[in-house]
């Protein structure tokens, strides 16, 4: 079969064969992930990571190619039409993502990115004559062999595979990069589960110790805390204009956003035919617009967006306590007058960790005499099962 070859950073050269997989890469619902940044407001902080779910996605798929391979190889029986349909499910994993990825998860929509997949996916099977039917039921995790949903999402899938070497990549911290391809070599398929041969046992460590790292040095930096909750509190900020009747100048299929209530009983179909055309460029152009605006707030929020000016963010050990959020409150009104909405300029919330979460599935070792054991009895690591809190207050710098 006649095959497209991309040229991956990360990989190399990665081939997608002609067919439904590839016809899906051309489709625009994909295209558009190009326009929407794998790592949000993570180029703030780490130059380089201006990496797209595009790439993202493809990275996800080539490893997902090479699993199945793995798998066959040792006996696995998987159909061609598993196989295609599996690779499509991880293929548009991340399809329903709104522009800066997570950073505006629920800000726009009030869905999350796995349900606004799922329907873009229903959508597309519409298009192609119901050839997705297969991949939404491994997707959904309704398909009898396990295995093939937990490659897709899973506590060792191909996505959390990809992103941990692909953001490594992009922002330079190399202690995100995993030993991929020994894990994906190691897989293997246990009474309709996927595990991980004994010999694997150590790939699995790292992993483990690696995503740890990246969230709390690069997905939950504090630099980048602040700027995806500025973005989120300009959105709201803009929204609260929209919804009093101020003619905002705004890109127009973010605009229908915010000038309407998207919640549940708006009609789907309405709502997918704006948010396949917006990605970050309606954003970004929204903020410079912004950034002129006659509202104060509005205008404050845009300006340290577009210029790096950005919020102070302290991390705290317990909820920022009322006595100290009433003070820096009156300080921002004592600079900036009553102009300032102190809630889109002052605010606090909690972020929280756990690299290995035991509770929802766990990893499983694959022993040489058929014996299986969940990794937390058999590592002699920590394995990080702890959820990890840390309380943070957010206000702009130029305060005493």
Known sequence: MRSKIFNDPVYGFVSVPHGLVLDLIDHPYFQRMRRIRQLGLASFVYP???????????????????????????????????????????????????????????????????????????????????????????????????????????????????????????????????GYDRIIKMLAVHRGELVVEEKGIYSIEKFLIARRLMYWQVYLHKTGVAAEQMLIHTLQRARELAMEGVELEVPRHLGWFLYHKTDKTLDTRELLKHFVLLDDNDVTAAIKYWSEDADFTLSFLSKGLLDRRLMRLEWLNAPAEPEKIEAIGQQISGLYGPSAKLEHLVYHGSVSNRAYDETNEQIKILFKNGEVCPISECSEVPLYTKLVTKHYICYPKNLS
């Open 48 to 178: 380089g990571a201006l990496h797209t779910r595009f790439h993202h996605a493809l990275g996800a798929l080539h490893l997902m190619q090479q699993s199945i391979e793995v798998l066959r190889s040792k006996g696995v029986a998987i159909s061609e039409e598993e196989a295609e349909a599996t690779s499509v499910a991880i293929l548009l994993h991340d399809i329903g993502h709104g522009p800066f990825s997570h950073a505006l998860e629920h800000a726009l929509v009030n869905m999350h990115h796995e349900e606004l997949s799922n329907l873009m996916m229903e959508e597309l099977n519409g298009h192609f004559d119901g050839r997705l039917s297969l991949a939404i039921e491994i997707f959904m995790n309704r398909y009898p062999q396990k295995f093939l949903h937990q490659l897709v999402s899973g506590q060792l899938d191909m996505d959390r595979m990809d992103y941990l070497n692909r953001d490594s990549f992009f922002t330079g911290v190399s202690e995100g990069v995993i």
